[in-house]
């Protein structure tokens, strides 16, 4: 007897680092300490200016469905935001709110690419990207980033890589999971290949784009020619430690946008109201505590990287953005999946193994620093001892 769900089901993919979470916590109930260095999201607790605001606009009546492009208040405010950051002009016509920034990746796909299309996607990278691409039918062509490129990727590769089939690019600086950065003239090298194509668009995803150390954030939409051509994703989970909130946009073109609120209505309706408002405030109220997060994130950094780099086998280069490394580990002479299980069984410490994030990322972990200086140090100490007992 056949299966009884859909083939596509079968090509779609899911993100290891809740997998790694759920083994993680099982332990945790069987008594084990286990620190946890595998999720991707901020230790620190949502600012209490935004979680007042949403206390406020759930008692102001924010209960009941919302238009689905958004709350045209929170619509304005990102709009301001994205013009002010990216020194270009949005309108709020040009933004859809979503539960969370993937859906404007999995809407955006949906809407513009075609069974057999290709579409160029940053590898190692966000394992979703390929998961999406995979569903729709879609041809990835992975985009290597190397380490001796700092993970970033070669612009000669990249000009190869594009044909007449391709539809879409897809970028993502600072990146998930090296911590890479992409360069203005990174960005130009992708502007210049598609100049003249009318057909094939960026998806810039920019979620760490407010967690970088060194430098400025540069988003390709900025350039001349790009916005049009560009699908800028951002949220608010990273910066402003909301993840449990689901709040997320995108900025597009008009008749894009339009697409995507109809793919929003036949799936999610709107975004929850209370939350939506909670975002006006995210964005229009004091930036100090996102600041004392990056600031502290800086301070992890040094110590994860230093750590790494003082145990036997693993070579660490410093990230410039977003809240992760990603340490070679080939000199363990370990493969990068059992060195992550024997991490977590044998020393409870909970990492990723380099290739749930695609075939470049074999020889590598990635290792999360949203955690306290203390639990890194502890977690250093415990991979150090688990590989001096392979």
Request: with cysteine; net charge neutral; glycine share 8%.
């Amino acid at each position: 007897m056949g299966s009884i769900f859909a083939e596509r089901m079968e090509v779609l993919g899911t993100e290891t680092a809740f997998e790694v979470l759920a083994k993680a916590k099982a332990l945790e109930k069987q008594g084990k300490e286990v620190v946890h260095l595998e999720i991707g999201e901020p230790d620190f607790d949502t600012p209490a200016n935004i979680k007042e605001a949403a206390v406020k606009a759930l008692h102001a009546g924010y209960t009941h469905y919302v238009p689905a492009a958004g709350i045209p208040k929170l619509r304005q405010t990102i709009a301001e935001y994205i013009s002010e950051t990216r020194n270009i002009e949005v309108n709020p016509e040009e933004v859809v709110v979503t539960p969370g920034a993937k859906p404007v990746l999995f809407f955006s796909i949906l809407a513009l690419v075609n069974p057999g299309d290709e579409i160029l996607n940053m590898n190692p990278g966000f394992p979703i990207y390929e998961s999406v691409i995979n569903f729709v039918g879609a041809k990835q062509i992975p985009i290597p980033l190397e380490e001796k490129n700092d993970f970033r990727f070669d612009p000669e590769y990249v000009k190869e890589k594009i044909t007449k089939k391709t539809k879409m690019i897809v970028l993502n600086s600072p990146e998930n999971p090296t911590g890479g950065v992409l360069t203005k003239e990174d960005l130009k090298t992708v502007a210049d290949c598609i100049e003249d194509r009318d057909d094939v668009f960026v998806i810039s995803d920019e979620v760490y784009s407010r967690i970088i150390y060194e430098g400025e954030h540069e988003s390709v939409a900025s350039l001349s020619g790009m916005k049009e051509k560009t699908i800028l994703l951002d949220g608010f989970s990273k910066t402003y430690a909301m993840t449990g909130w689901r709040l997320g946009y995108g900025v597009m073109r008009k008749d894009i946008a339009e697409k995507i609120t109809q793919l929003m209505i036949n799936s999610n309706s709107c975004t929850c109201a209370f939350v939506q408002m909670a975002g006006v405030e995210a964005l229009n109220g004091p930036q100090d505590k996102p600041k004392q997060m990056v600031a502290e994130f800086k301070k992890r950094r040094e110590v994860i990287v230093s750590g790494l780099n003082n145990i036997s086998g693993i070579a660490c280069k410093k990230p410039r953005g977003a809240f992760y490394v990603f340490p070679n580990i080939t000199g363990t002479g370990m493969d990068c999946r059992k060195l992550s299980d024997h991490l977590l069984n044998n020393a409870g410490v909970a990492v990723l193994p380099g290739t749930s994030f695609g075939q470049y990322g074999k020889g590598y972990l990635r290792l999360s620093f949203a955690n306290s200086v203390e639990n890194i140090k502890k977690a250093l100490n415990r991979i150090s001892e688990a590989l001096k007992n392979l």
